[in-house]
């Protein structure tokens, strides 16, 4: 018998583990995420929406109304980096992490290209060393990422973004939205772990996602507005975007 519960980081790869069928992100500190989004990004000629070198429309309203303005940033899950790239070429220091090397490669290649500086890191997000993510950051940006987590691993996000982010720093994210048949599961929490599966990603409704965020105060949250192919942004309208920001230093 092989009983190894003994810490909070054992309860959570545990539940991991329930996922082990899954062959998405899910697996945080397994081999299994990163080759499913390796395979993922292997053909970069793939009619993936989010293949694009465009930055989310969300993202770059923040920047033209003022709402954030050149700092430190972080993009999380950074994919092949069209964030990342778009906040490089206007003035910020831009680390971005990914789970999938095949991604950071691409990400690399394409700011070589554009001649912007990103500086890319490979690995899972929330078990990186503190030394190679250690921030602070003014901004993380999260374009899709945190709903390919499981449940538990929230903790392990809000963990994160406690660790890195700045007093009066902003999270940029974009999520699956709940609620019109679009993408993303909308399955409680139980069933989720009962059927071992992460049905390709998780939607949330606006209640949930200030639910999980409740620590940070909303400055924003709407819906990601729909961009034709000629638009030099990504917008697509299966998914919430918000603008959340942590309180200043006591
Ligand atoms: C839907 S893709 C979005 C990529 C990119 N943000 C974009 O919008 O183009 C989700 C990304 O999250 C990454 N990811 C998932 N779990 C991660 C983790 N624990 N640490 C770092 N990256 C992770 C995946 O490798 C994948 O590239």
């Known amino acids: 018998m092989n009983r190894t519960v003994r810490s909070v980081e054992d309860v959570l790869a545990l539940l991991d583990g329930l996922f082990a ?11 299994d995420g990163k080759d499913f989004w390796d395979r993922f990004y292997a053909d970069r000629s793939r009619p993936v929406p989010f ?9 770059a309203a923040h920047l033209d109304r003022g709402l954030i303005a050149p700092c430190r940033a972080l993009d999380l899950g950074c994919g092949a980096g069209r964030n990342a790239l778009y906040l490089a070429s206007r003035g910020f220091q831009v680390d971005a992490v990914d789970l ?5 490669a691409w990400g690399k290649d394409r700011a070589q290209e554009a001649g912007v500086d990103v500086r890319f890191l490979c690995g899972d997000a929330f078990t990186l060393p503190a030394a190679e993510l250690s921030g602070p950051y003014d901004l993380v940006v999260d374009s899709g990422c945190f709903h390919h987590l499981p449940p538990h691993r929230r903790t392990s996000y809000l963990g994160l973004l ?5 007093p009066g720093g902003h999270l940029a994210l974009t ?4 609620g019109d048949g679009g993408m993303g599961s ?8 009962r ?6 990603g998780l939607a949330y409704t606006p209640e949930s996602l200030r639910w999980i965020f409740s620590d940070l105060v909303e400055v924003e949250l709407r819906r990601m507005r729909e961009e034709p192919p000629e638009s030099e942004l990504f ?3 299966f998914l919430w975007t918000a603008l959340f920001r942590r309180g200043a230093a006591a």
């Open 162 to 166: 406690d660790r890195v982010l700045a």
């Open 100 to 104: 999938s090397p095949v991604a950071t």
């Open 186 to 193: 909308e399955l409680t929490d139980a069933e989720l772990y």
């Open 175 to 178: 999520s699956f939205a709940a």
């Open 51 to 59: 293949f694009v070198s465009k930055p989310d429309e969300n993202l």
């Open 235 to 237: 917008g697509v309208t």
């Open 195 to 200: 059927r071992g599966d992460l049905q390709g």
């Open 21 to 31: 069928s899954e062959s998405e992100a899910g697996r945080l500190g397994t081999g």
